[in-house]
């Protein structure tokens, strides 16, 4: 593995770890909210229970147990990206700021819009969750902590990473397109990991030695999925980069004009 390569596949690799630790985070909160609510339906008066108190009480623990703060850290992960995307194209600002004013506010938009995707994602298995209690004390029949949060974390930390990774990786390509542009930077290098479990796209694309690509190519390519192959490299769930590269650098590793 070239150096270039391991230092991105390093990156996106501690991209999912910082992923991963905040879905943990956000499991760990709706496990004890859980908690929380059964608990306060459980030392209810037996039979009916107000429903609005149940429809109402998991958002409102959510919120008394940190789930807004926990959202607003996303700030720091995107962060995270944004300064290696500006780190990797420093040598071909010649000098100039990477980020304007503007680029500054569509990067907030972008990292806002990736927050309410991932609440919507949560509160949809919330929902569900909340059904599920409210059924059980219709019946009488209140479901177990325990029950419910093996039935249904588990399933919300898998799609929540695949989708904070997506979201990211996306983030990350779309900025670095439109800042190689506005650099003049024709030519991207894909890189990232080449394993049991690359998709036939990304190991096909990979194989171009080297696997320099023009913007014009990239917008050619068939991913399978529907997906602009620059925005969402092979798919949903992708770990690849679409790294710009000048020229120079390109012919340093081998490319020729033409290619």
């Known amino acids: 593995m070239a150096k270039g390569d391991k230092a991105v596949a390093e990156r996106i690799r501690a991209n999912e770890l910082e992923v991963a630790a905040f879905v943990a985070r956000l499991e760990k909160i709706l496990g004890d909210t859980i908690d929380t609510v059964l608990m306060d339906i459980q030392a209810g008066t037996t039979g009916a229970v107000d429903a609005a108190r149940i429809l109402g009480g998991i958002r409102r623990v959510l919120i008394d147990k940190g789930f807004n703060e926990e959202i607003g850290r996303l700030d720091a992960i995107f962060g995270q990206e944004l300064k290696a995307i500006s780190d990797d194209l420093k040598q071909y600002s010649k000098g100039k700021q990477i980020f304007g004013d503007t680029d500054k506010t569509i990067v907030e938009q972008l990292i806002t819009f990736s927050a309410e995707d991932v609440t919507k994602n949560f509160d949809s298995y919330v929902g569900d969750i909340r059904r599920e209690i409210i059924s059980g004390a219709i019946t009488g029949e209140i479901p177990a902590a325990g029950a419910i ?36 930077l024709e030519l991207f290098i894909y890189q990232g990991p080449d394993d049991k479990i690359t998709r036939d796209f990304c190991h096909e694309t990979l194989d171009r030695d080297p696997p320099i ?7 050619a390519l068939d991913n399978g999925q ?20 000048s020229l120079v650098k390109a012919k340093e590793l081998g490319y020729q004009d033409g290619d």
């Open 149 to 184: 949060k093996e039935k249904y974390t588990g399933r919300i930390r898998a799609n929540l990473e695949a989708e904070l990774n997506t979201s990211l990786s996306a983030f990350s390509r779309t900025i670095q397109a439109s800042k190689a542009k506005e650099l003049g």
């Open 213 to 219: 690509y023009t913007a014009e190519e990239i917008a």
């Open 226 to 245: 529907g997906l602009d192959a620059m925005i969402y490299g092979g798919g949903y769930n992708c770990r690849h980069q679409w790294t710009p590269i």
